[in-house]
């Protein structure tokens, strides 16, 4: 079992920048790979995000350039680096973890967090 708990989300202006935060517990000592993931209003949730167990990471092309996922083993948290955020970047953010050493945006994670959400205004 693993638990995750986001931070980091608020309100930012166009340009602006956030740094999400997704603290790990549990099983920590496995092998892991995590990813991010956020669902607009009205929209289904979408992959923007994932790092494998060796730190290698991948991205939705519409984050590419402005996020940066990584990761901290010391302290089990997992962050994404978001800069010129754009309205369109609105959403909730969630962070997920899956006990394999490899993933993609497109993996079916099997742990989830609640949640934090980032808003940008024009």
């Known amino acids: 079992q693993m638990q995750l708990v986001e931070s980091g989300g608020g309100s930012v202006q166009a340009g602006g920048s956030l740094r999400l935060s997704c603290a790990v517990s549990g099983e920590t000592d496995s092998t892991y790979c995590m990813g991010w993931f956020r669902q607009p209003p009205g929209k289904e949730r979408e992959g923007v995000a994932a790092i494998d167990s060796d730190g290698s990471p991948s991205y939705a092309d519409s984050v590419k350039g402005r996020f940066t996922i990584s990761q901290d083993n010391a302290k089990n948290t997992l962050y994404l680096q978001m800069i010129n955020l754009k309205p369109e970047d609105t959403a909730m953010y969630y962070c997920?973890?899956?006990?394999?050493?490899?993933?993609?945006?497109?993996?079916?994670?099997?742990?989830w967090g609640q949640g934090t959400q980032v808003t940008v205004s024009s």
């Open positions: 997920a973890a899956d006990l394999s050493p490899v993933c993609s945006i497109y993996w079916d994670f099997d742990y």
